[in-house]
C-alpha cells in the first residue's frame, strides 16, 4: 500500500536534547512537508522540499532542520534551540510542489519535551 | 488579522440537520482552495477542493466568491460520522499554503 508514515506516533524527550521525527513516503512524490500543529491553531509549514537535495524554510522554520538525501525521505530534527517544541508535527507530501497539488499527510508524531 | 480565518465553533447539530461552514481568506491572489477534515488526534485529509463554479461531492457542496473572498462548506443530512474538524486551505501561486484553524462539528443522534 502506497502511503506516508511517520515514527515514532508519540516521543517523549527532555529539554535540552536533539530529536528527529521520521518521515517516509513510497508515493513517488516530488515534494515533501513538514508542518507543526499546535491547539486551537492551523498547521504552520516549517521546512518543504521540492526536489531531493534541495529545501526551503517556511514560516516557522528557527529551531529546526531537515535533510532530503532521498527523494522518499524527510527527517525533520528538533534541536534545543526551539523554544517551545511540544506539538503535534505532521509529514505531507504532493505529486509536485507548488499549490495546486493535494497534500497527503501522515499519521504525526506527538512530541512531548519534559 | 488571520490570512484565512474559520468561526472555530463547536457546531452541535442533530442527525440530518445541513449545516454550514464559512471561510473568509485575504489574500486576493490566492488561486487554490481545499476543504480537508481532521479527526481528532490524527491527520488532515482532503475532503474536496474548492472550484469557482462551484462544487458538489454527494452530501458535500463547495463554494467559491471570489469578489467577497470567502468559501463555503454544506453539508446536508448531516451524519454521526461527520463529527471533525473542518479545514479550510488557502494557497497561492507562489507556493505558500495556508491552514485555517478549522471549525469543530459535533453530529448528535
Same mark, same amino acid.
Given at each position: #500500500?502506497?502511503?506516508?508514515?511517520? /515514527?515514532?506516533?508519540?516521543?517523549? +524527550? ?7 521525527? /521520521? ?6 512524490? #516530488? ?6 500543529? #499546535? ?40 534541536? /534545543? ?17 507548488? /499549490? ?9 508524531? +506527538?512530541?512531548?519535551?519534559? | 488579522?488571520?490570512?484565512?480565518? &474559520?468561526? *472555530?465553533? *463547536?457546531?452541535?447539530? *442533530?442527525?440530518? $440537520? ?5 471561510? %473568509? ?5 490566492? &488561486?487554490?482552495? !481545499?476543504?480537508?477534515? &481532521?479527526?481528532?488526534?490524527?491527520? *488532515? ?14 452530501? !458535500?457542496?463547495? &463554494? ?19 463529527? $471533525? %474538524? ?5 494557497? %497561492?501561486? %507562489? ?15
Amino acid at each position: #500500500d502506497g502511503g506516508i508514515t511517520q /515514527s515514532p506516533k508519540y516521543l517523549f +524527550r527532555k529539554e535540552g536534547q536533539n530529536v528527529t521525527l /521520521s518521515c517516509e513516503q513510497n508515493l513517488n512524490h #516530488d515534494a515533501m512537508y513538514w508542518y507543526r500543529q #499546535d491547539p486551537g491553531q492551523g498547521l504552520r509549514l516549517i521546512y518543504y522540499s521540492q526536489i531531493v537535495n534541495d529545501f526551503q524554510k517556511g514560516d516557522i522554520a528557527e529551531g529546526y532542520s531537515v535533510s532530503r538525501e532521498k527523494k522518499e525521505s524527510f527527517p525533520l530534527t528538533v534541536t /534545543s534551540a526551539q523554544k517551545n517544541p511540544t506539538a503535534f508535527y505532521l509529514c505531507a507530501s504532493s505529486i509536485k510542489g507548488g /499549490s495546486v497539488n493535494e497534500q497527503f499527510f501522515g499519521p504525526g508524531t +506527538r512530541l512531548t519535551v519534559l | 488579522r488571520k490570512e484565512v480565518e &474559520q468561526d *472555530p465553533g *463547536p457546531f452541535n447539530v *442533530p442527525e440530518g $440537520a445541513t449545516v454550514a461552514f464559512n471561510c %473568509t481568506y485575504s489574500n486576493s491572489a490566492s &488561486q487554490s482552495f !481545499f476543504w480537508y477534515r &481532521q479527526d481528532c488526534r490524527k491527520e *488532515p485529509k482532503l475532503l474536496m477542493s474548492v472550484y469557482s463554479s462551484g462544487n458538489e461531492d454527494g452530501r !458535500f457542496t463547495a &463554494q467559491l466568491n471570489r469578489a467577497s473572498q470567502y468559501i463555503s462548506l454544506l453539508i446536508r443530512d448531516s451524519k454521526l460520522s461527520d463529527s $471533525a %474538524t473542518y479545514l479550510c486551505v488557502v494557497s %497561492t501561486l %507562489t507556493f505558500k499554503t495556508i491552514f485555517g484553524a478549522g471549525t469543530r462539528l459535533f453530529v448528535k443522534a
